[in-house]
């Protein structure tokens, strides 16, 4: 993961990055400061603080940043260090790796999910797999 450097510095509103929509970027795309994306992306994007991928925004490529809210598409997997938010109209195809989640109603997610931190431990990482299978096995569940 990476590491966080001093937080007023990055996330201050005069050290935005941002992709607009219509705006097409072919590489990745590495940044110490906050970064808003609503155009697209083909390659990784990697930042020291702050990803926000507007509904317009998508990115073809890996994720790796402190913080990330996503209301587009990302093919790919993400890495997040803290929070990370899947709004309504999101849709990701790839694993996630995170140590917090939250998920809104509509959110679309196909991968699979690792959860680091604090709040993880063996146990309950076998329990988590016991519950999985069983709820596979039954198809009449609406999720």
């Given at each position: ?9 990055f996330e ?46 998508s990115v073809?490529?890996d994720v ?80």
């Open positions: 993961m990476l590491k966080r450097k001093e937080k007023v510095q201050s509103p005069d050290r935005l990055n941002r992709i607009v929509e219509g705006t097409k970027i072919v590489g990745d795309l590495i940044t110490d400061s906050n970064l808003r994306i609503d155009g697209e992306i083909t390659g990784n994007v990697v930042s020291r603080s702050k990803v926000v991928i507007g509904e317009t925004g073809l490529g790796s940043c402190v913080e990330a809210d996503i209301e587009g598409n990302v093919t790919g997997k993400l890495e997040i260090e803290d929070l990370l938010v899947l709004r309504e109209k999101s849709k990701i195809v790839g694993d996630i790796m995170t140590s917090k989640l939250q998920i809104e109603e509509g959110a679309v997610f196909v991968g699979s999910c690792k959860m680091a931190g604090h709040a993880v431990n063996k146990n309950a990482s076998n329990k988590s797999t016991i519950t999985s299978k069983k709820v596979e096995e039954k198809d009449d569940l609406v999720y």
